[in-house]
């Protein structure tokens, strides 16, 4: 009796193993199917930029819904100041690389996360990479700041980073603030 029920745990645990082994791959088919577009691809992209994220080795992953994507400028650091925003992939973790005035001697990195925690189940079951950066205006900040013990100046424009639920990245004072924002996928 006893090698019986030794052997049903071992074959329960190998079945569970292997289904949690199962939906790893999945994941680890859907991260490796995400589209990932060389920095040249990208011909509005300043030559340095271009340059610098060759030299580090990244590539830019693509959101299922817009391409091409994660490629952005904006007024980060004060108004009148073009900057950059690329969402950077390497090794499978991407980060949001800032080059301040176009500059690639000065990059702040921000939000670094493994684009595996990017993917979202669709309906039909598809697994697809989701994370989106783009340019936050001063009135989609000013109202995210109403919500907040802190008030600041806002002044330039920020970064939302996300899908379904957003982070906001204000530049102030020398660091990046972050303010969250939940959306609904109506």
């Not at 991260?31 to 990244?58: Q, S």
């Not at 684009?115 to 995210?144: H, P, S």
Request: hydrophobic share 40%; glycine share 4%; aromatic share 12%.
């Amino acid at each position: 009796m006893l090698k019986r029920f030794i052997f049903f745990v071992f074959t329960l645990l190998f079945v569970l193993s292997s289904l949690c082994v199962q939906a790893q791959d999945k994941f680890d088919i859907a991260e490796r199917k995400t589209v990932r577009l060389a920095p040249n691809e990208f011909t509005k992209l300043p030559k340095n930029i271009i340059l610098a994220l060759e030299t580090r080795g990244c590539t830019i992953p693509q959101n299922f819904y817009t391409q091409p994507s994660n490629v952005i400028h904006g007024e980060f650091e004060k108004k009148g100041q073009k900057d950059w925003a690329i969402l950077c992939s390497k090794n499978s973790v991407s980060s949001i690389l800032i080059f301040w005035n176009g500059s690639d001697k000065k990059i702040d990195e921000i939000n670094v996360a493994p684009d595996k925690e990017q993917l979202y189940k669709m309906e039909d079951g598809k697994l697809v990479f989701t994370r989106l950066i783009n340019v936050a205006n001063t009135n989609i900040l000013e109202t995210l700041e109403s919500y907040s013990d802190d008030p600041t100046i806002l002044d330039h424009e920020g970064i939302s980073d996300g899908f379904d639920y957003l982070t906001y990245y204000y530049y102030h004072q020398g660091k990046w603030l972050a303010m969250d924002e939940e959306k609904s996928l109506e």
